[in-house]
């Protein structure tokens, strides 16, 4: 089964909107970290965000948000006033400690910005 | 600026030949080091675990000796691809650990590799 499910694999919004990328993840364990990456076409991965298991407020940094809702497993990465340069690749990683430690990373979801 | 550093960016290599792929840690030392693979428009596949001053752990599936990889200090680790064919093209990204974090740890990543093999 999935571990990391990134469901739309490609979204489209206009400049200055906020968008939601979807994310859901699976474990067992209770101790957890997730991450968002961004990777642009040059294919450096770019660490966005980060939500800690026992975190009790959703992670901001900047422009991106976490919506952690972890009763439903779910931690969406939200951009608000979205710019051309935020177009890219985006990843969401869960890191797991057992049985390995380790990030397992979602499928991507491509986001492209127009004007 | 960028905390992890990768070279080469690129390379281009004759089928049989090995190449080396460097992956330097610019900020803090780091414990822990991962080599991962990635094929156009897919995710990101873990290829091993580098820790330094040890044995790296290899995933599933993938030959420890074809892909050798060597973490000799806190700040480098390298991944030799040796006798390379043309199924070993592909896009390789290492990425550093930053410890003393807690349960964050954030893993900063290089620019990656892009690999030919003709």
């Known amino acids: 089964a999935q571990k990391i499910t990134q469901t739309q694999p490609g979204m489209f919004v206009q400049e200055k909107e906020a968008v939601t990328l979807d994310c859901t993840y699976d474990?067992?364990?209770?101790?957890?970290?997730l991450f968002w990456y961004k990777q642009p076409s040059s294919g450096e991965m770019i660490f966005l965000i980060y939500?800690?298991?026992?975190?009790?407020q959703n992670a901001t940094e900047g422009r991106y948000s976490l919506n952690f809702q972890k009763a439903r497993k779910s931690a969406n990465l939200v951009i608000s006033a979205s710019q051309l340069g935020d177009s890219a690749m985006y990843f969401c990683?869960?890191?797991?400690?057992?049985?390995?430690?380790?990030?397992?990373f979602g499928t991507g979801t491509r986001l492209q910005v127009f004007p | 600026g960028a905390v992890v550093s990768q070279h080469p960016s690129w390379v281009i290599c004759k089928s049989g030949t090995s190449v080396k792929i460097e992956c330097r840690s610019l900020?803090?030392?780091?414990?822990?080091m991962f080599w991962y693979r990635q094929f156009p428009k897919q995710s990101l596949m873990l290829m091993a675990t580098?820790?330094?001053?040890?044995?790296?752990?290899?995933e599933q599936g993938v030959e420890k000796d074809k892909f050798l990889i060597n973490h000799a200090s806190l700040t480098l680790s390298t991944l030799t691809v040796t006798s390379a064919h043309p199924e070993d093209s592909s896009f390789y990204i290492c990425?550093?650990?930053?410890?003393?974090?807690?349960?964050?740890?954030?893993?900063?990543f290089g620019a990656g590799t892009r690999l030919s093999v003709l």
């Open positions: 990425s550093a650990r930053r410890p003393g974090q807690g349960a964050k740890n954030i893993q900063y």
């Open positions: 474990t067992s364990d209770p101790s957890y970290g």
């Open positions: 939500q800690g298991s026992y975190d009790q």
């Open positions: 990683a869960m890191r797991e400690y057992f049985p390995a430690d380790k990030l397992i």
């Open positions: 900020d803090f030392q780091a414990t822990t």
């Open positions: 580098s820790n330094e001053g040890s044995k790296a752990t290899y």
